[in-house]
């Protein structure tokens, strides 16, 4: 049996609702509590910002585990703006039939339900596609379609006379049972590989992409490079594979989305992405899994109360990470008091969750590849030349450091078994979990979605069989897709 968390961005001003209701800042401190039972999380915070508290209400209780209301994957399908390689996600087209009116119509769905009988059937359609609590819709019908711009809202931006109506469907939808909502098909053997000629650090270069090719072919597969422009044309093919460095709001999500729906196969996909791509995500779910990882705290004010208990709890120098970067982009180390407060107001004006690790030395980050729960490659990233990180962003001739690739099984068992552990928290895709080792002890510090694969470095040892490795999954996953 499901316990039902309902939370709201603040308590004032709601109206009686026969559930518990907390809001984020309870949320994010007091959840999850060791013993309690299986929960749902309906989140009525208000989702219309990225990286706002309502969307981290959201990426927390997939971190923890929790059933959520709307998901990730949602808010970010509503919240996707129009661009030149994807038609705008949240307006949706649905055939005459479902309702008899010409009017133009504006209505609120609740869960799926409205008032209105007449339009029942087109606020069911637009839930099973956007399933979340609150949905404001304009209807335009035409003589053959109708035409359905959604967006989402949270409680406090309902109208003061919907609140009894709303309160009572929270009642009942509370009670039912919450399932998935898309059923995916396969195609024809073709793969896409999505590049972007232009990037500074792909994850393969061009000998590699090669290689992807040469691979794919092998297992019967026909593979091509394609650009962002040119992904309008993505439901032809069967398979995705992104090689272009991803991120939540960006192209590389919303088309890993869009492939997903449309049956592809994808690697990485966009739960993968989306887990990855964000570092309060992994610090929590490494916590709740009990991922051996640095201490690591999230805070969301830069208060002289909370930098005084930062210094106490991690001494200096300590690490500040943006929830969402790459290739060491966005990770500051601070080493005093001032330049702790100053980071901080600097990196909460861009995001509303700050995550804070201590410091742990190392002369070198094990790079695992696991692909599928299973480790693939092994590479001892080292330190660029006179600094902390493996990249430098602030030179041009020591950009990076050294890298020396391994067998997997010459990998320490701690580092092995962190790596595995902590890719089994994010899924079964393709991954490079980034570990730090002191004396016999793994931390692991992140898991990457699209790990970089070059030639001559984490090719370095397996070669073409690494290549192989990869594709032989997609054909594997291709196959049991026709079966289903």
Not at 126 to 139: A, G, T
Not at 234 to 253: Q, V
Request: net charge neutral; hydrophobic share 40%; glycine share 4%.
């Amino acid at each position: 049996m499901y316990k039902s968390i309902v939370v709201v961005d603040k308590l004032e001003n709601l109206p009686p609702m026969d559930a518990i209701v907390i809001d984020f800042t309870q949320y994010l401190s007091d959840y999850p509590k060791a013993g309690e039972p299986k929960t749902r999380i309906v989140n009525l915070c208000s989702t219309s910002t990225y990286l706002s508290e309502g969307y981290y209400c959201s990426l927390l209780a997939e971190a923890r585990q929790h059933k959520v209301l709307p998901s990730v994957n949602c808010i970010n399908d509503l919240n996707a703006v129009n661009t030149a390689e994807l038609p705008a996600e949240r307006c949706v087209i649905l055939p005459k039939t479902l309702m008899q009116s010409n009017d133009t119509q504006d209505l609120y769905v609740y869960f799926g339900w409205t008032e209105n009988p007449d339009f029942k059937k087109v606020a069911k359609q637009v839930f099973e596609r956007f399933p979340s609590p609150i949905l404001r819709l304009h209807i335009e019908p035409s003589e053959q379609s109708i035409s359905v711009q959604v967006t989402s809202l949270g409680c406090h931006e309902l109208p003061e006379n919907e609140w009894p109506l709303f309160a009572q469907r929270i009642e009942n939808y509370t009670q039912t049972k919450w399932r998935n909502h898309y059923n995916k098909r396969s195609y024809r053997w073709d793969m896409a590989i999505l590049v972007d000629e232009k990037e500074k650090t792909p994850p393969s270069d061009t000998k590699a992409l090669k290689m992807f090719i040469k691979a794919a072919e092998q297992v019967g597969i026909r593979a091509e490079l394609i650009s962002a422009k040119q992904a309008k044309s993505i439901g032809h093919y069967d398979a995705l594979f992104i090689r272009e460095t991803t991120a939540i709001n960006h192209h590389t999500y919303r088309l890993a989305r869009q492939a997903e729906r449309e049956g592809l196969v994808v690697i990485d996909d966009a739960q993968s992405i989306l887990r990855c791509c964000n570092k309060v995500y992994l610090h929590d779910a490494f916590s709740y899994h009990h991922v051996p990882s640095p201490k690591s705290q999230f805070i969301s004010d830069a208060s002289d109360l909370t930098c005084e208990k930062l210094v106490a709890l991690f001494g200096f120098p300590m690490v500040l990470k943006l929830p969402e970067s790459a290739f060491s982009m966005g990770v500051f180390k601070v080493e005093s008091l001032a330049e702790l407060k100053l980071k901080l107001q600097e990196m909460l004006s861009v995001s509303a969750l700050v995550l804070v690790q201590e410091y742990i030395f190392t002369e070198y980050d094990w790079r695992i590849g696991v692909l599928n729960g299973k480790a693939i490659y092994a590479c001892r990233y080292f330190m660029a030349r006179n600094h902390w990180q493996i990249y430098n962003h602030s030179s041009k001739k020591h950009f990076s450091g050294d890298f020396e690739t391994l067998p997997t099984f010459e990998v320490p068992k701690p580092v092995l078994d962190a790596a595995l552990k902590a890719s089994l928290v994010i899924g079964k895709s393709l991954y490079g979990v980034d570990v730090k080792q002191v004396n016999n002890k793994a931390y692991v510090i992140e898991v990457n979605d699209n790990p970089s694969i070059e030639s001559k470095v984490e090719d370095l040892y397996l070669g073409k069989e690494l290549y192989m490795i990869i594709m032989q999954e997609f054909a594997n996953r291709l196959e049991n897709r026709g079966r289903q």
